[in-house]
T-cell receptor
């Protein structure tokens, strides 16, 4: 698989259920970020987890990072119809140290939350 | 929350024509980016810009592409002679500084090359 690959590609759940999306990557990273994209819109930053962190929370979001397996998961608890969007992980494996971030995105998971 | 503004939202052009995509970054941000997303595919890095010069670019960003920030506010992406395969959504993104890795994205310009 390629860097920053998410699975599943599509996920459909009922409102109130939890949604889990996974991301795998191949090379070493400094941090991993999750972004959300509503249809036809730009990406919105959700959460960043650093390589020395294992878990991070933000509201209904929980992100885990396992650097030994080169994988991350994004959990959205108690999902709402408004959570319907595509979710992308992005890694900085090409970070040159110059400050700018050449993020590598996956193809994303399309989440549909049915009211 | 401050926003990155992109214009136009849609651009249709003929193959071989030049296009300029515009972005107004968040005012106190220092790093600027262009990414693109071909329909159904990944968001791909094109170029990063810092201190009025390109800091990194991908293999996609060939001689047909250029960026500039001519007046200290607008950040532009120019495609000199568009090809059919340039059709994509182009996103501008900005970053506050080196220690803050969060990118703020604009809503994108949908470029259609006919």
């Amino acid at each position: 698989s390629q860097q920053g690959e998410e699975d599943p590609q599509a996920l459909s759940i009922q409102e109130g259920e939890n949604a889990t999306m996974n991301c795998s990557y191949k090379t070493s990273i400094n941090n991993l970020q999750w972004y959300r994209q509503n249809s036809g819109r730009g990406l919105v930053h959700l959460i960043l987890i650093r390589s020395n962190e294992r878990e991070k929370h933000s509201g209904r979001l929980r992100v885990t990072l396992d650097t030994s397996k080169k994988s991350s998961s994004l959990l959205i608890t108690a999902s709402r119809a408004a959570d319907t969007a595509s979710y992308f992980c992005a890694t900085d494996e090409k970070y040159s140290g110059a400050g700018s971030y050449q993020l590598t995105f996956g193809k994303g998971t399309k989440l549909s939350v049915i009211p | 929350e401050p926003e990155v503004t992109q214009t136009p939202s849609h651009q249709v052009t003929q193959m071989g024509q030049e296009v300029i995509l515009r972005c107004v970054p968040i005012s106190n941000h220092l790093y600027f980016y262009w990414y693109r997303q071909i329909l159904g595919q990944k968001v791909e890095f094109l170029v990063s810009f810092y201190n009025n010069e390109i800091s990194e670019k991908s293999e996609i960003f060939d001689d047909q592409f250029s960026v500039e920030r001519p007046d200290g506010s607008n950040f532009t992406l120019k495609i000199r002679s568009t090809k059919l395969e340039d059709s994509a959504m182009y996103f501008c993104a900005t970053q506050r500084g080196m220690a803050n890795e969060k990118l703020f994205f604009g809503s994108g310009t949908q470029l259609s090359v006919l």
